[in-house]
């Protein structure tokens, strides 16, 4: 029965017939009757694949301690309690507990901004419930189900082919074979047959390259190939983002070099008689604060904030490396049709075979508007000429759309060149419906960019007559006496005044038992052009001139006329003349001369009627010229450039899955002014992570100078172990991730894209650390030694003012490190008030733990008086001096021109 929740699991329904499937499942052509779908869908649940393990909170909080840092505080920490020292015992678990919380919060906010962001790219497919076609979430399709399958879909179930055409399917993540199978659901396959010789079958998880399909839901979820295959891998852990792991191995590093500073600190200490028990904790406290080892974490969360931000743009981002490596792209290659313009295509001007040309009224889906010229309507042969291309264009369709009672456009589906034939139909009073119940459908060749024409073969007066619309290349060699070289003068003429222009032909064609293909297109009648024109998107020309202001070039890349290309890229401002257009032609002969080529293709802004395979060779050559290439597309065919390029952006409303699944961002409202926002969040992402690198490593380095410098001085320790840890606990631990929700800086789009192989610990990087962390490590010393050396204060009174120094430089040093170039006082205090809080909260810390028993105790510090507070923040605040007077060093005027470390014009 089909209730039975193991029935479905146990079926070979390779070797079922069409009809058994049905039986077995209780199900028929019309589909499941939606009570019934809801009554399987409690029953089997949802049709999803098993997911990778989240972590809960304890499980978050525990990965918090598998860190070796932390494993030599625990050991410390045990030393202390066998040596009867619970005061440091409890402070050194104390911190632990602080900064696993802090982690373990901002490593969740991070897994549930990733887990949002997911939920917004869904998979919705064509299913047949109670003999009517909806679009549906994957996700709530049931054993039983009917589902439609055309070119570009994704395979949301394993299926049962019911009936298919020319049906090519890319198993590659299901069986590892490169090349798309094909598949017939009149094949017999036999019961031991396996995966790939599944000819009767689509499986979830592949897609749709070419034809269309209609089959009956078998399994679903983890019942289906490849959930079995996904519940295996359901339990790893997710590999962590590119830029996060080069930062991991810089934290080594960093590591390695404060250890032996720490060994050479210890065996000096050793030698002048310390205790191995204040030498050991020492060691701990100086390795703890000095690496930066919560760097990574900081990072994370960053990332995580610009996809929250970038989301917001309308750009969802699938694969966390690529939000900052939007930032750095210097060139975007990017599709026309519905990125630069509305991809609305409203079909306004017919030219008949005759030559004679009808206007078209009216714009976008709405059917108001009339076919005219002059203000004349069409009579008798025109009128017969118009209603015969007007019907060809809408049979030969794979397209729906429904008008409300208003003759607002409720809803729509399809392609954006067969909407607006049936756009067109609405203003003549025709619907497809009652036409295909008048010519029924008995055979059909669907649109692929390999062939460039659609056709249907429908019954016209008890013959079969072949609909056909493509480009005019494809179609006019199908007509008989044609001049096809006038003809495509015509299209010429059309494409040059910006439009996208069709070819329509019909014809009968010989009864060959509804077995039609490409074969029997020939000796077709000609019967016009339409001429569409797609208006380019409003804010597109703003988005264009701000690429322009960022470094970064633009490419079109598109299928349509070279003219149509030109039409819109001299709109933009990106092209002049006719000779800036390379085509698909071109490149083909261009070939041969792989120098020529190359040239050609770095300088032409317009590539026009372009295969495939060529937006493939584009991008490929233009990353071997050193750009870094972010590439959009919708369809099957842009998949292979959107895997090539170093980014890759499908389109989230009218893309198809397949562009999807091989992209690394989704534009959510197909928007090219999107795009160009999220290169400007990835910039700040970058800038954000820069930030933070500079904070922690400064920090680090005048920790470990300030010790040195006391150490060859002949001094005591300016601090103690416990007083570095707190340090380290209350400012880096609080201010690092405030300073990673920096917005983005004024002008981010106005620099120059940064070098591709740029590290971010680089000269700049290294010189803005040495002085900020050499500056707070010598003034923290030169207080100590002043105090200690000329005024006789003892231990405890200098170090409770050294470390009171060190709190109010680090709290000072943040403002810095808001802008690597702008002064702290051009930098809106309320842009980041998150980052105010922090540094308030850090000071607040340190001065309440001053007056707390305990605390104070254990710190072995003392409140301080609010004169001897303001001097020390006098001194803390020389740093924005010394940064600001960096800051204007770098901008002096004749640097002006000079590239900066980060790549850009600063």
């Known amino acids: 029965m089909a209730h039975d929740r193991n029935a479905p699991t146990e079926e070979a329904w390779h070797a079922l017939t069409g009809r058994e499937a049905l039986d077995r499942l209780d199900s028929d052509t019309d589909g499941l009757a939606l009570d019934e779908v809801e009554r399987r869908q409690a029953s089997w649940g949802a049709n999803a694949l098993p997911e990778e393990n989240r972590a809960g909170a304890l499980r978050i909080f525990l990965r918090q301690f598998k860190d070796p840092l932390v494993y030599i505080l625990l050991i410390a920490a045990a030393v202390s309690l066998a040596l009867d020292n619970l005061a440091n015992a409890t402070f050194i678990a104390a911190v632990l507990l602080i900064n696993a919380g802090i982690g373990a919060l901002q490593e969740g906010r991070a897994e549930a901004s ?30 039983g189900d009917i589902v439609e399958l055309a070119q570009g879909d994704a395979v949301p179930a394993d299926l049962r082919l019911l009936s298919s055409q020319d049906l090519e399917v890319d198993e590659a993540p299901l069986t590892g074979e ?14 031991g047959a396996v995966v790939n010789e599944r000819t009767t079958m689509a499986f979830a998880g592949s897609t749709v390259m070419s034809g269309n399909a209609r089959g009956i839901v078998c399994r679903i979820g983890k019942d289906t190939e490849v959930g079995q295959i996904a519940e295996s891998l359901a339990h790893g852990e997710s590999q962590a983002p590119p830029l996060v792991l080069k930062l991991r191995r810089l934290t080594r590093q960093i590591a390695l070099f404060v250890l032996f500073a720490v060994v050479l600190l210890s065996i000096t200490q050793f030698l002048r008689g310390e205790t191995p028990e204040q030498i050991f904790f020492l060691g701990v406290a100086l390795a703890v604060s000095a690496i930066p080892a919560g760097l990574p974490i900081a990072i994370t969360v960053a990332m995580a904030l610009a996809t929250r931000r970038m989301a917001r743009c309308n750009v969802i981002v699938r694969q966390l490396a690529a939000v900052e490596g939007l930032g750095s792209c210097t060139l975007i290659a990017s599709d026309k049709t519905g990125t630069l313009t509305e991809n609305q295509l409203t079909i306004q001007r017919l030219e008949l075979a005759s030559g004679e040309q009808w206007d078209v009224s009216g714009e976008g889906y709405r059917p108001d508007g009339r076919i005219h010229r002059d203000d004349s309507e069409p009579h008798d042969e025109c009128a017969a000429a118009i209603a015969h291309l007007v019907r060809a264009g809408m049979l030969c369709n794979d397209a729906c759309i429904r008008f409300d009672k208003a003759g607002e456009p409720a809803a729509s589906e399809g392609d954006s060149v067969d909407l607006a034939f049936l756009v067109l139909g609405a203003k003549t009073n025709e619907e497809r419906g009652r036409m295909l119940e008048r010519y029924p459908e008995v055979a059909s060749l669907p649109f692929s960019s390999e062939r460039r024409f659609a056709a249907t073969f429908n019954e016209v007066d008890n013959a079969v007559v072949a609909h056909v619309k493509g480009a005019a290349e494809a179609v006019l060699p199908m007509c008989a006496e044609v001049d096809q070289e006038a003809l495509l003068k015509r299209e010429e003429c059309l494409a040059q005044e910006g439009y996208r222009v069709l070819a329509v032909a019909t014809g009968r064609v010989s009864d060959t038992a509804n077995d039609y293909g490409a074969d029997d297109l020939a000796g077709l009648g000609f019967v016009g052009f339409a001429a569409l024109i797609d208006p380019i998107r409003e804010e597109v020309p703003e988005a264009v001139k701000r690429c322009r202001e960022a470094g970064v070039q633009i490419r079109m890349i598109t299928g349509d006329h070279p003219a149509t290309g030109l039409a819109i890229a001299r709109e933009l401002g990106m092209a002049d003349e006719a000779s800036e257009a390379l085509t698909g032609a071109a490149l083909r002969e261009l070939e041969d001369e ?95 992570v820069r930030k933070v690198t500079w904070l922690l490593l400064s920090t680090g380095v005048a920790e470990v100078l300030l010790f040195f410098l006391a150490l060859f001085a002949g001094l005591p320790l300016p601090l103690t172990a416990i007083q570095l840890l707190w340090l380290n606990l209350v400012t880096n631990g609080i201010q690092d991730v405030a300073l990673a929700s920096e917005g983005v800086e004024p002008g981010a789009l106005k620099r120059k894209p940064r070098p591709v192989r740029e590290r971010i610990f680089n000269q700049r990087m290294i010189r803005q650390t040495l002085i900020s962390g050499g500056y707070m490590g010598s003034m923290a010393f030169l207080l100590f030694f002043v105090m200690f050396e000329f005024f006789g204060i003892g231990e405890f009174e200098a170090r409770n003012l050294v470390l009171l120094l060190m709190v109010l430089f680090e709290n000072v040093h943040t403002f810095s490190c808001r802008s690597e170039t702008r002064s702290v006082l051009q930098v809106p205090f309320a842009a980041n008030r998150l980052l105010i809080l922090a540094v308030i909260l850090a000071q607040g810390v340190h001065i309440g733990a001053m007056y707390m028993p305990v605390l104070r105790d254990v710190l072995a510090v003392e409140p301080v008086s609010l004169s001897l507070w303001s001097l020390l923040l006098a001194v803390a605040l020389s740093l924005l001096a010394l940064d600001e007077a960096a800051k204007w060093w770098r901008r002096r005027p004749h640097r002006h021109g000079k590239k900066s470390a980060s790549g850009g014009q600063r």
């Open 594 to 688: 792989p120098e020529s080529l190359a040239a050609r293709v770095r300088a032409a802004p317009v590539f026009a009627r372009v295969e495939p395979s060529q937006k493939t060779q584009i991008v490929e050559l233009l990353q071997d010229a050193g750009e870094l290439v972010a590439v959009t597309g919708d369809g099957v065919n842009d998949a292979p450039a959107l895997k090539t390029a170093h980014i890759g952006v499908a389109m989230g409303r009218g893309g198809t899955d397949v562009a999807r699944r091989a992209a690394s961002l989704i534009l959510g409202d197909d928007n090219f002014a999107s795009l160009v926002d999220g290169i400007e969040q990835g910039r700040c992402a970058y800038d954000n």
């Open 178 to 191: 490169s090349t798309p199978v094909a598949k017939n659901a009149d094949d017999e396959v036999k019961e």
């Open 114 to 143: 990733a887990a949002a962001l997911q939920d917004m790219i869904r998979v919705r497919t064509r299913a047949v419930r109670a003999g009517r076609e909806e679009r549906v979430d994957a996700t709530g399709l049931v054993p």
